[in-house]
């Protein structure tokens, strides 16, 4: 049975990216040896790191000044890596959900944090917009999109001061505008890589400017200055988003790929807003993520949720259970994901509404 995979991550990448680095794995660039088994500064790697900067740089528009990096630990190390580099004073952060919340615990041990809005009181639900991000801040944190609650920002923010952004499950989804951030930081295992790789867009004249003490591993500098390459990268996943970037070029770039999201997320939204059955979790509907979409069972059919669970599951859908902290459903739709997986969720909602 065709499986549709809906994880909302690590999640579904394109075939074509799983098939090149599975033939990688068996022989890299005719080599006869593994990517798994080469040093990381074998000649034959460096160019698959430079095409992969050169891509990043290329298809997110990235202006002079910016270092693209790729290293471990995952976006939630780049919680605290981005206080120890950009905090002095006073930092701003938007309270969209768990990540955000996670990234701002760990800034409050680098100096004061001000959250200038939360969605908390209502479970995240939707974004909140009225908020004075305070001009003297070093920096103001976003999560762009809310991977477990389905909310999304659609567009970049204006901000008094630079932004900083967590782009983990929604980077290459859309054109950005860079030059608004110092720093873009995010897991690729949500849209781009299998997990293992963190990337991270850094602009290089805002660095150096906390008083403290930096750790080595932890500076950001040292990466800048190293290539990715101060210690052991993720080789393999670094391969691996190479392939993603390249399929993402072949396939029109950001604007192809977020006209695709929308495609899919509007079909999706119309048969949940349709079905007398389900109704989505964001109330704010402009705030609905084209990433992950959620949605529980109506009241009256509370009692059927394992019952289309079962149902959607027998009928090839994978990952749809919503997050442990929101219950119901969260259909991903990454770049990867094909329309007809869309489609035949929203088969299987139509059937089971029959059913009932
Ligand atoms: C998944 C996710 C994270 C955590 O990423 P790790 O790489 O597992 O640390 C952080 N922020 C967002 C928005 C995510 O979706």
Redesign the pocket.
Known sequence: MKKHNFNA?PSILPREVIEKTAQAVLDFNGSGLSIMEISHRAKDFQPVVDEAVALFKELLNIPEGYSVLFLGG???LEFCMIPYNFLEKKAAYLNTGV?AKKAMKEAKAFGEVVEVASSAEATYTYIPKDYTVPADADYFHV?T???IYGTELHEDLDSPVPMIA?M??DIFSRPIDVSKYICIYG?A??NLAPAGV?FVIVKNDALGKVSRYIPTMLNYQTHVDGGSMFNTPPVLPIYAALQTLRWIKANGGVAEMQRRAKEKADMLYAEIDRNKMFRGTVTDKADRSYMNICFVMNDEYKELEADFMKFATERGMVGIKGHRSVGGFRASCYNAMPKESVQALIDCMQEFEKLH
């Open positions: 991550g995952g976006a939630s990540w999560t999109n809310n991977t967590d983990s499950s897991g295992q949500k963190t």
